[in-house]
């Protein structure tokens, strides 16, 4: 069990490493989750669409992250103070199996 829980923590890292060396100023993270599928959900806001498109593309060409699946985008309506600024997008991506194998050990 403590194995085990080493491994994730280790694996988590690792891709957190990836997702920070990979991101725009432009773009502040929301949410990360996984799915049953084991795709990992993110949810972050970009400065502008172009932030978010140049952020997608980023992703898309990084090696370690498989497919990016772009789902939605929006900038959000408020009806109180301050009004909401930025893009609020959603995406679904995979790692490789090279990085999903890697272990330093």
Not at 80 to 95: D, N
């Amino acid at each position: 069990r403590l194995q085990q829980l080493f491994e994730q923590h280790r694996f988590w890292s690792r891709f957190f490493d990836l997702l920070e060396q990979n991101t725009s100023a432009a773009i502040a993270y929301r949410s990360v989750a996984v799915d049953t599928q084991g795709r990992i959900i993110i949810t972050a806001t970009g400065a502008n669409y172009l932030a978010v498109a140049e952020q997608l593309a980023r992703w898309q060409a990084t090696v370690g992250i498989g497919a990016v699946d772009f789902s939605t985008a929006a900038i959000p309506v408020t009806t109180g103070e301050p009004p909401a600024s930025g893009v609020v997008f959603t995406v679904a991506m995979t790692l490789t199996p090279d990085f999903l194998q890697f272990s330093p050990l």
